[in-house]
């Protein structure tokens, strides 16, 4: 007996006792009650196996391909961008790991351009925020 099976006849076992622990029903009844039962059981089981899980999203363009270094390609649209943070989250409400995820990208994976992230970088060095600039006095 396969273990679907014995599922089944545990599911309808507890099923038909609790039914006719609390409701009067007729001895030559319960065969067909137990059938119904079962039939029904067996029936979910068919429908959820039917079920087509949906075929993975493809990326608008080669994984590979999609890290410049002036730019990211978002795999989910094809667009060029600078970071992806802001367009993940506004257009498809994602996190960065969750786009690494979804795509089996690793942890790693840049969602800044590198030319984009040494200007910033650069731009915060020069004005080195939280510190003042020491003017001599006289």
């Known amino acids: 007996m396969s273990e679907i099976h014995s599922q089944l006849l545990s599911c309808t076992r507890n099923i038909i006792c609790?039914?006719?622990?609390?409701?009067?029903?007729?001895?030559?009844?319960v065969p067909d009650l137990i059938q119904g039962v079962y039939?029904?059981?067996?029936g979910v089981l068919d429908v959820r196996a039917s079920i087509v899980t949906p075929e993975r999203q493809k990326p608008a363009v080669p994984i590979a391909s999609s890290v410049a270094p002036d730019y990211i390609i978002c795999l989910e649209d094809g667009r060029?961008?600078?970071?992806l943070r802001r367009?993940?989250?506004?257009?498809?409400?994602?996190?960065?790991?969750?786009?690494?995820?979804?795509?089996?990208?690793?942890?790693?994976?840049?969602?800044i351009a590198e030319n984009y992230a040494a200007e910033r970088s650069r731009i915060?060095?020069?004005?080195?925020?939280?510190?003042?600039?020491?003017?001599?006095t006289r």
């Open 18 to 29: 609790s039914f006719v622990a609390n409701n009067f029903i007729e001895c030559d009844k």
């Open 124 to 136: 915060a060095k020069e004005f080195r925020p939280g510190r003042a600039s020491i003017v001599p």
């Open 87 to 111: 367009h993940l989250r506004v257009k498809y409400s994602l996190t960065p790991d969750e786009y690494r995820t979804k795509w089996g990208l690793p942890d790693d994976y840049p969602i």
């Open 80 to 83: 060029k961008f600078k970071s």
């Open 39 to 42: 039939g029904s059981l067996a």
